[in-house]
């Protein structure tokens, strides 16, 4: 089981690493606009905001849905290959992918965190950062055309798929929409505070995410070296997530509220020396906070707070990383240029005031 798991993640996160690593740059390349960018990186996302209020209105998320989700992600990424210098095509593939993507991973995240302990959750994710990273250190080296990087996005969606299609055997969680689960019971409003900032968390990653490697390149930085600085944070990451059972064992709460607060300092760091190498590692090394610590923190806590644990998993990738993400990439396509950095690092405060309101709201119940 552990194996099937890890390779999943290894293999579904090495497809979002030539996603966000060098699309943008293959864009670019095609004479894509900055905004024309953004605007391509808000769809996917935004379609994992809409998919958890289909599922708790509309349909179920069963094993059958979560194998299409898999094949309709292979498709996609068969579409992006051969419309690429197609606006107006590429857009709606990537409104496929962004809602295959947006499905597999939370069925797949509900299986890890039902059947292994913390620590084992931590040291099989892990697996996930190292196919990020081993596809950003060799695609950095090895590209040279930009077809190539639509290739590899397409050999990654096919492994992606067929581990996929072998973990499912290991979900033992009951359909959620059964007699003994009312879906309708599930609160946003609940825990409102908690949510915008998870929304305003990952909306101050938009520009990381989508404009990090121009924004090297345009301060004087190689394509091969900020292949290096993702490379780098990731390793980070890893680092983290191999030894983070010890922090997951304390206040989740306050964990997310330092990942948070680090995750401004993150963004100053970067608005204030782009072009200073040592110190843009520096900032990455971070990523072991701000990402593995932050995600594996806020992923444990809402499934410990609510009771249909798939949904909730949905929401935290459709709110975070679908809502927050696609607005986050809107805003930094619009807004890219010198105060790019300094503006995520303000969205990230606002984030941290959010999380503050949340703790003290959830003390005053208990």
Same mark, same amino acid.
């Given at each position: 089981?552990?194996?099937?798991? !890890?390779?999943?993640?290894?293999? *579904?996160?090495?497809?979002?690493?030539?996603?966000?690593?060098?699309?943008?740059?293959?864009?670019?390349?095609?004479?894509?606009?900055?905004?024309?960018?953004?605007?391509?990186?808000?769809? !996917?996302?935004?379609?994992?905001?809409?998919?958890?209020?289909?599922?708790?209105?509309?349909?179920?998320?069963?094993?059958?849905?979560?194998?299409?989700?898999?094949?309709?992600?292979?498709?996609?990424?068969?579409?992006?290959?051969?419309?690429?210098?197609?606006?107006?095509?590429?857009?709606? !593939?990537?409104?496929?992918?962004?809602?295959?993507?947006?499905?597999?991973?939370?069925?797949?995240?509900?299986?890890?965190?039902?059947?292994?302990?913390?620590?084992?959750?931590?040291?099989?994710?892990?697996?996930?950062?190292?196919?990020?990273?081993?596809?950003?250190?060799?695609?950095?080296?090895?590209?040279?055309?930009?077809?190539?990087?639509?290739? *590899?996005?397409?050999?990654?969606?096919?492994?992606?798929?067929?581990?996929?299609?072998?973990?499912?055997?290991?979900?033992?969680?009951?359909?959620?929409?059964?007699?003994?689960?009312?879906?309708?019971?599930?609160?946003?409003?609940?825990?409102?505070?908690?949510?915008?900032?998870?929304?305003?968390?990952?909306?101050?990653?938009?520009?990381?995410?989508?404009?990090?490697?121009?924004?090297?390149?345009?301060?004087?930085?190689?394509?091969?070296?900020?292949?290096?600085?993702?490379?780098?944070?990731?390793?980070?990451?890893?680092?983290?997530?191999?030894?983070?059972?010890?922090?997951?064992?304390?206040?989740?709460?306050?964990?997310?509220?330092?990942?948070?607060?680090?995750?401004?300092?993150?963004?100053?760091?970067? *608005?204030?020396?782009?072009?200073?190498?040592?110190?843009?590692?520096?900032?990455?090394?971070?990523?072991?906070?701000?990402? !593995?610590?932050?995600?594996?923190?806020?992923?444990?806590?809402?499934?410990?707070?609510?009771?249909?644990?798939?949904?909730?998993?949905?929401?935290?990738?459709?709110?975070?990383?679908?809502?927050?993400?696609?607005?986050?990439?809107?805003?930094?396509?619009?807004?890219?240029?010198?105060?790019?950095?300094?503006?995520?690092?303000?969205?990230?405060?606002?984030?941290?005031?959010?999380?503050?309101?949340?703790?003290?709201?959830?003390?005053?119940?208990?």
């Amino acid at each position: 089981m552990k194996i099937t798991l !890890a390779l999943f993640y290894f293999f *579904y996160f090495a497809l979002i690493g030539v996603y966000i690593i060098f699309m943008p740059k293959v864009l670019t390349d095609f004479n894509y606009s900055k905004f024309e960018v953004g605007l391509i990186y808000s769809s !996917a996302p935004f379609m994992r905001f809409l998919l958890p209020f289909i599922f708790k209105y509309l349909i179920k998320l069963t094993k059958r849905v979560y194998i299409i989700s898999l094949v309709l992600t292979f498709i996609s990424t068969l579409i992006f290959l051969v419309t690429v210098d197609n606006f107006t095509l590429y857009i709606i !593939a990537s409104l496929i992918f962004g809602a295959s993507m947006g499905i597999s991973l939370p069925f797949v995240e509900t299986i890890s965190l039902a059947r292994l302990s913390k620590k084992e959750y931590g040291r099989v994710r892990l697996w996930g950062s190292l196919g990020f990273i081993s596809i950003a250190l060799w695609l950095g080296k090895i590209l040279s055309t930009s077809y190539e990087t639509l290739y *590899y996005l397409l050999f990654m969606a096919l492994f992606t798929l067929i581990f996929g299609f072998l973990a499912v055997r290991f979900d033992n969680q009951k359909d959620e929409l059964d007699s003994s689960s009312d879906d309708k019971s599930f609160s946003l409003i609940k825990y409102w505070a908690f949510w915008i900032s998870l929304f305003l968390m990952q909306l101050s990653f938009g520009g990381f995410y989508n404009f990090f490697t121009i924004y090297e390149i345009e301060h004087g930085v190689s394509l091969e070296m900020a292949s290096w600085m993702w490379s780098f944070g990731v390793i980070c990451e890893i680092f983290m997530l191999y030894f983070q059972g010890y922090f997951l064992e304390k206040n989740l709460l306050n964990i997310i509220k330092i990942s948070i607060f680090v995750t401004m300092i993150r963004w100053l760091l970067l *608005y204030q020396y782009a072009d200073n190498i040592t110190i843009t590692f520096i900032s990455q090394s971070l990523h072991a906070i701000t990402f !593995a610590l932050y995600h594996t923190a806020t992923i444990t806590y809402i499934f410990s707070l609510y009771r249909e644990k798939k949904l909730a998993q949905q929401f935290v990738l459709g709110i975070g990383f679908g809502l927050g993400g696609s607005l986050g990439a809107l805003l930094s396509g619009e807004i890219y240029g010198e105060y790019l950095f300094l503006i995520e690092a303000i969205v990230a405060l606002l984030s941290f005031i959010m999380i503050l309101i949340h703790n003290r709201r959830v003390n005053l119940k208990s």
